[in-house]
């Protein structure tokens, strides 16, 4: 892929990969950004599969098979590269996973982490998902 972004005002972007899918929906239809990072906008490392941005949020996605501690540490790396420096950007990371082999509590530790680190919102949801902005 040559270009790394997209720029449009869709009602609806799709992220998917093999069996998981991510779907985000647009409502006021304002001008948003997908940014394809894995293999493009960052080619080498950890790294998360997208970046959207929209309405002054950076929405990082990470769809991933069942291998939740990994996908966790690409979002990491992914907002240290590419994440604004600002730390009080809003954020929001998903991991979009075929099933969730973490104990819940887990997941809330991860997202506590997540909220005082990086000012961010940690979703872990089961393929597919859909949320709004």
């Known amino acids: 892929m040559e270009n790394c972004r997209l720029t449009s005002k869709n009602k609806i972007f799709t992220f998917k990969e093999q069996r998981s899918e991510l779907i985000l929906k647009n409502i006021d239809e304002v001008e948003s950004t997908k940014v394809h990072v894995d ?28 291998d939740l501690e990994h996908a966790k540490k690409q979002l ?15 954020r929001v990371c998903y991991i979009i996973c075929t099933r969730s082999p973490l104990a819940s509590t887990q997941i809330q530790e991860w997202d ?22």
Do not use: M, W
């Open 39 to 66: 293999g493009c906008e960052i080619t080498d490392g950890l790294r998360c599969d997208y970046l959207h941005l929209a309405k002054e949020l950076e929405l990082y996605i990470e769809l991933k098979g069942q």
């Open 76 to 90: 990491e790396r992914t907002i240290g590269i590419l994440g604004a420096k600002n730390k009080q950007q809003k």
């Open 112 to 133: 506590r982490e997540f909220r005082k680190k990086f000012n961010s919102k940690l979703v872990v949801k089961t393929s597919p998902y859909t949320d709004t902005y």
